[in-house]
């Protein structure tokens, strides 16, 4: 389900109902996001949080079973961070092509080009884990985009094979009526030919390869994260959450925060 579905937007929407206390809304997408990473553990915290707030006194029994005692609210001298952990970009796509000489009855032939994309087998690259107040913070995946982009393409592949075969069956027409046995008009055809076919190579190279998710109960006050050789500093209020976005693309990276409340 997770290369179908994408548990980012549905935690990071219930994060936004729940912070514009829309709580019952915020209930339905941490239970979508459970669904699709059911072993994050922020995904579990929120969901557990939800459940207990709204009284479901059914789903939280199940849920504990299944996970254990739901944690505990804030107390007066605590705040929450909430890290959300955009690593890289999604691989891009690579054309493969072959070119083949294809004849008929009669011994006419012409060369057609056979191009598709594909992924290549290769490593992604590696991120450490980012530090609050000189500790790490051990995180959990919440979305692999690189295999959302790998899936989409697998279940695309049929249709792109069979619009390439009738384009290869429709230059065959076209090249028959318009050459009609002319070995100059052939060769100007199959140049053409060879130069117009290339793979659809359009990927998903704007989004991030992967997100991961990480959380602390902090003392409220100035905050530290280490995210590689930068620190970004923030504030986190008594009894509230604060949410802090990373993007990292190689040794970039963008770092903001939002104070989304008492959660």
Known sequence: LSSVQNGYLFYLSGLLYEASRDLNSAYVDYRRALAVMPDNKQVIESTMYAAKKLGMRQDLRMLEKRYG????????????????????VVEALQGWRIDLPIYDSRGDGAIYSLALPYYPKRGT???????????????????????MAQNDLHERLTTI???????????DRIRKEAAKGDDVGNILFNVWNTLTEQPDTRSWQTLPG?????????????????VGDQVYQFEVPAQQTTLVWVSRQGTHSTVWHKQLGRL
């Open 210 to 226: 992967t997100v991961k998710t990480a959380s602390k109960v902090v003392k409220p006050g100035q905050q530290s994260l280490n």
């Open 69 to 88: 005692k739901a944690p505990s609210g804030l107390g007066k001298s605590q705040g929450r961070v909430i890290v959300i952990d955009e690593q890289g």
């Open 161 to 171: 094979v069979i619009r390439q075969a009738i384009r290869v069956w429709a230059k």
């Open 125 to 147: 690259q590696r991120f450490g884990d980012v530090a609050l107040n000189g500790k790490k913070l051990p995180s959990s995946t919440l979305a692999d985009v690189n295999a």
